[in-house]
């Protein structure tokens, strides 16, 4: 059977008009780096352990940017809501730095990547369950499309995937320290917003 | 190896009741479990949900005040047992994972009940039943790429397949047609009466499962979805259920149950490889073992017969959980294009059938069709998980 593999979201054909759609695509896009990532060795996981973290930086901040914002403003009881989601992604960012300073090849390194992929699934779905249902309610179809635009845009600006042209996706994916990405990440997302940092 | 619950004392009832501690039980892991543990799980959830809901029928068609007692404390048990079981479902799945992995136990669980059922006419109940789950997972497979981005590969995990069965549209049957002949209670194979009393419960699951989390979706295709596979697990239960006698009396009834739970236990705790999830199978036959014999005395009391007289005399081979590949592609070449008439099957689209199907559909596509023209619109393809080559009917393989 030859391998099927499930585009990440962004190169489907959705039209992504609908913010929280496509924020659930992509946290099923995270769940098969994770699968990848633990199911390769050598180059193959480092490689697929960059994807993943250029992944993570790149959905969690266009949501403390776009989504995040907007769920504190516009849902009652938004503001506590918001609050438990950035622990959430704080704990797992201090987790994501932790690992990124381990080899892939070093023995500790997976049992941290399992703990990280345990704490990002309870968190994605809390943000389906809590938060993404209340803004699916609570805004209209131009709302949810203008924050699908930003994500979009966002991401433009910080690819999370090697691009067709570029001959090597391990080139491509040079990256640097999960903290500085995650910076420069903020300020594409900024930027794509029209907003300064 | 003969493993004789008759002949086995288990848990005193009075000790059977748990505290919270003991009832909050460790989920497992969706993305690193065995398939079949989680299969395991949702079978046994939905042997205890009949369980419970029986004893509640019979309590309301009985008089006694003292017996009302006795089904009321085995029944409080069995609602803790219940809890137990299905509460080792991990809150990070979503419905949809969860809704796949039901659909792959009835591929796995009716499949493997056909294949062991001796008697000719309820094995081609099986036979017919199960190409109509088998094709909800294809349907259900391609939902959960659209909405969440993930394969269904990674719930099955290659165990079984997810190619096309009996097309959907065309599960959507007259309900008269969908009554079977019931087995004789005193000439059938007592193996029998465990079976219908298996794909039944598990088939009510299902059917309580989709009628209340379908309107939990907010995306129009998969609310249209449950809706539509809804109703055909509504079908399926009207043709499980009239599979058993309904000359057995109520406390027959009740004997076959428990047995039937004791059964299904051990079956699991001999096959279980996580070993948490085999000690809650291990415990609860040994409470069920307790369950039965209760049942027995209120059937020698109120009947006036020994149990003995309705049941195996030692447990029948263990039902497994395994791959059935094979055997499934088998049916898929030689009985996809069936429907019922009557009691019966017939291979044309009589005019009852055809009937039915120009009232439901209302001249469009239903939602199991649009849900592939959406899927295509979205990946130019459909999701399959094909193992064993390409489909065995030419029709149905993919352009």
Known sequence: ?197 | MTFNPLEQRGIPLDRQLRNWRELDVKPIDPDHCDPYTRCRIITMNGIEVEAILFSHQLARNTVDPEVKRRLARVRYIEAQQQKVVNWLLPGVSSVLETTIAYEQVAVDLTAWVARMEPDPYLKQAYQFGVLEDFDHLYRYANLYEMIEHRKAESIVDGLTEVIPGRPTKFHHRDPVDNVRDPYAKDETNPLSKLHALTIMSAEQQTMNFYMNVGPTYMEPIARRLYQEIGLIEEEHVTHYESLVDPGETWWEQLVNHEYNECYLYYSFMEQESDPRVKAIWELHLNMELEHLHQACDLMRRHDGREPESVLATELPNVLTFEPNKAYVRELLDTQIDLTTLGAGYVREAHERFEKMQEEIHGGEAPPSERVMAEHDAMFGREYRVQTEGEHPDPALREK
């Open chain 1, 1 to 197: 059977m030859a391998e099927l593999t499930t585009p990440q979201a962004g190169d489907d054909h959705d039209r992504d008009s609908d913010v929280v759609s496509l924020l659930m695509r992509q946290h099923g896009d995270i769940r098969n780096l994770f699968d990848e990532v633990e199911a390769s060795t050598g180059d193959e996981r480092r490689d697929a352990f960059r994807r993943l973290v250029r992944l993570l930086a790149v959905h969690e901040t266009a949501e403390e940017e776009v989504v995040h914002p907007f769920a504190r403003r516009g849902l009652a009881g938004g503001g506590q809501v918001v609050e438990d989601r950035l622990a959430e992604e704080k704990a797992a960012k201090e987790t994501l730095a932790a690992l990124d300073d381990v080899d892939t090849d070093d023995p500790k390194f997976m049992p941290q990547l399992l703990a990280l992929r345990a704490d990002v699934q309870e968190h994605a779905r809390a943000e389906e369950r809590y938060e993404f249902t209340h803004i699916r309610r609570s805004t209209d179809v131009t709302n949810l499309a203008a924050m699908a635009k930003a994500v979009r845009a966002a991401e433009a600006m910080a690819p999370t995937r090697p691009h067709p042209g570029v001959e090597s996706g391990a080139a491509n994916m040079t990256l640097g320290p999960v903290a500085a990405l995650m910076d420069r990440t903020k300020d594409a997302v900024r930027r794509a917003m029209g907003k300064d940092g």
